[in-house]
């Protein structure tokens, strides 16, 4: 029997006015944005559909827009009745996940991402730490190159996205000095990326601490579907290690391409990613040309599917 995986995407896919039309048409959707803001004691439905990009996309403002933004875009496919039977998400994705899977409520949720990206932000100053994708070299060249840059500084893989592409990341020199290795190695491009902080990498443990110090406050609850943690790969049921892997995953790549590949084992053959922009649809295209993947972020996606 076929199955059906909600997938939730991360940092970067923001934009104004994310979610919009899907909260002015389904009345549940609207309501997550308002539930969101009485969370968070200021205005974030505001901020996603009018404010301007340079306020989006701050961390601490980027990571509870984005799961509020995704959750309202599912509430349509749950009332349509299309459900999934396993879970993933990128980065701040898996928060979204696990709202999905029950394992959070979406007010504690919501609040602990907004904290979350204040320590990540926080770990690492602005202009001391970057990242960079590297497309067209395979995982043993990057990592190879990473190691020989490391007499430059901290340089680590950061996202194992999909075949041909992986995001490095690390202290501005060293990630420069791999950029240019990696390029050197048969990389077809290797760009800086604009970001505030050099994501998934050993610098962030600090933010890690930080954030076991919040999750000890928030209440986890039984898991209803399995969760595809970044850390691992791997499905979680047991409620009892979702903390310790939300800590780890701050600092640990993200490994999205085998967690797709455990999701089609597990015998999903539909993918919808819910939320801001289609990187992820990119992702599974390059991962797997077989199976269905449809994406909903505004009203002509969510009508185009067809389960």
């Known amino acids: 029997m076929s199955k059906i995986a909600f997938i939730f995407p991360g940092q970067g896919a923001q934009y104004i006015g994310m979610g919009k039309d899907i909260a002015d ?3 549940r959707a609207g309501d997550i944005f308002d539930e969101a803001s009485e969370a968070l004691g200021y205005d974030i ?48 994705g898996e928060y979204t996940a696990h709202v999905l899977a029950g394992t959070f409520s979406f007010r504690n949720a919501v609040q602990l991402v907004r904290k979350r990206g204040r320590y990540m932000q926080e770990a690492v100053p602005v202009g001391v730490g970057t990242m960079a994708a590297i497309i067209g070299l395979d995982n043993d060249n990057v990592i190879n190159s990473c190691k020989e840059a490391s007499s430059a500084g901290i340089v680590e893989p ?21 950029v240019e290795i990696c390029k050197e190695k048969g990389a077809k491009k290797a760009v800086i990326l604009q970001v505030s902080a050099p994501f998934h990498c050993s610098m962030l443990k600090p933010a890690g601490e930080k954030l076991a110090a919040e999750l000890e406050k928030v209440e986890i609850n039984n898991i209803d579907i399995p969760v595809v943690t970044n850390v691992t790969a791997k499905c979680v049921t047991n409620n009892d290690i979702v903390k310790d892997l939300l ?9 999205w391409e085998d967690s797709v590949k455990t999701m089609i084992d597990y015998g999903v053959d539909t993918f919808i990613e819910i939320g801001p922009g289609k990187a992820l649809t990119g992702f599974i295209k390059r991962i797997n040309k077989d199976v269905n ?15």
Do not use: H, R
């Open 158 to 178: 950061a996202n194992y996205n999909c075949p041909g592409q992986i995001v490095i990341a690390g202290e501005i020199k060293a990630v420069e000095k791999a």
């Open 45 to 92: 439905k505001k901020m996603i559909f009018e404010s301007n990009d340079d306020e989006l996309k701050i961390t601490e403002n980027t990571q509870p827009a984005i799961l509020a933004t995704s959750i309202a875009c599912m509430q349509p496919l749950l009332e349509k009745g299309i459900k999934a039977d396993i879970t993933a998400g990128l980065s701040i």
């Open 247 to 255: 800590i780890k995953q701050v600092s640990s790549p993200v490994l």
């Open 293 to 307: 993947i449809f994406n909903v972020d505004n009203i002509d996606s969510l009508e185009s599917i067809s389960i």
């Open 25 to 27: 048409k389904y009345k």
